[in-house]
C-alpha cells in the first residue's frame, strides 16, 4: 500500500550576478539576493523542511535565508545541480544551451539524458516534503517527467519562482508550475 503524497517545493535559484556564459558558478546578484529572502518569507509557513540545494554557489546562496529561518542547514545534492555543459569553454555555452533547450530529451547526448534519469530518480526517491532549490533546466526536466512530455524546455521559471510537484508511488506528479520568467534565460 502506498502513503500520501510527497510534496516537493522545486526552487529556481535567485538571479545570478552574471550570465552562464561568464561563470561556471556565479553568485547572486544584489536583487538575486533580495528575491532569495521573499522566497524564505513565502515558505516559511511549510516548515520547518528538509531543505536540499544544488552544489553551484547561486543556489546554495538562494538557500541560505531559509537555513537560518528554519534553523536546518541544506543537504547538497549534485543531481539536482544545473545541466552539465560538456567541457565547453564559457563563450561556447549560449550557443550548446540554446540548442539543448530546443530539443528534446531523446535527442540530446546520452550523457544529459543520464543526467536526467538521475535527477528524476534523486527526486522520486525524496519520502518527505522538501524543499529543494535548483536550476531551470532541472526544474524543466522534473515537470517532463511529471506530465510525461520529452520535450528539454516545457516553461521558463523565473528566478526564485516555486514549482510543486508530489512523489506518488515513486513517480513525480505536476502540482502547480511556477511564475515564468519575464526574461529569457540567456
Same mark, same amino acid.
Request: hydrophobic fraction near 45%; aromatic fraction near 4%.
Given at each position: ?21 561568464? +561563470? ?5 546578484? &544584489? =536583487?538575486?539576493? @533580495?528575491?532569495?529572502?521573499? !522566497?524564505? #518569507?513565502? /515558505? *516559511? ?57 530546443? +530539443? ?5 547526448? &546520452? =550523457?544529459?539524458? @543520464?543526467?536526467?534519469?538521475? !535527477?528524476? #530518480?534523486? /527526486? *522520486? ?62
Amino acid at each position: 500500500m502506498n502513503g500520501p503524497p510527497v510534496r516537493l517545493y522545486l526552487v529556481r535559484h535567485g538571479k545570478a550576478a552574471v550570465s552562464f556564459t561568464e +561563470s561556471q558558478d556565479a553568485p547572486l546578484d &544584489p =536583487s538575486g539576493l @533580495a528575491q532569495a529572502e521573499a !522566497l524564505a #518569507a513565502r /515558505l *516559511a509557513p511549510h516548515g520547518p523542511l528538509p531543505i536540499v540545494s544544488s552544489p553551484m554557489r547561486r543556489a546554495r546562496e538562494t538557500a541560505a535565508p531559509l537555513e537560518q529561518l528554519w534553523g536546518r542547514p541544506a543537504r547538497i545534492e549534485p543531481a539536482i545541480s544545473e545541466i552539465p555543459s560538456p567541457g565547453l569553454p564559457l563563450a561556447e555555452r549560449a550557443r550548446w544551451l540554446r540548442g539543448i533547450l530546443g +530539443s528534446r530529451w531523446p535527442l540530446v547526448a &546520452p =550523457s544529459l539524458v @543520464a543526467w536526467r534519469i538521475t !535527477l528524476v #530518480a534523486t /527526486l *522520486a526517491a525524496i519520502a518527505e516534503p522538501t524543499v529543494l532549490v535548483s536550476h531551470y533546466v532541472a526544474i524543466n526536466a522534473a515537470v517532463g517527467a511529471a506530465v510525461g512530455d520529452d520535450r528539454v524546455t516545457l516553461f521558463a521559471p523565473d528566478t526564485c519562482s516555486v514549482t510543486v510537484l508530489d512523489v506518488e508511488a515513486g513517480r513525480l506528479r505536476l502540482v502547480e508550475r511556477g511564475p515564468e520568467a519575464e526574461t529569457p534565460v540567456l
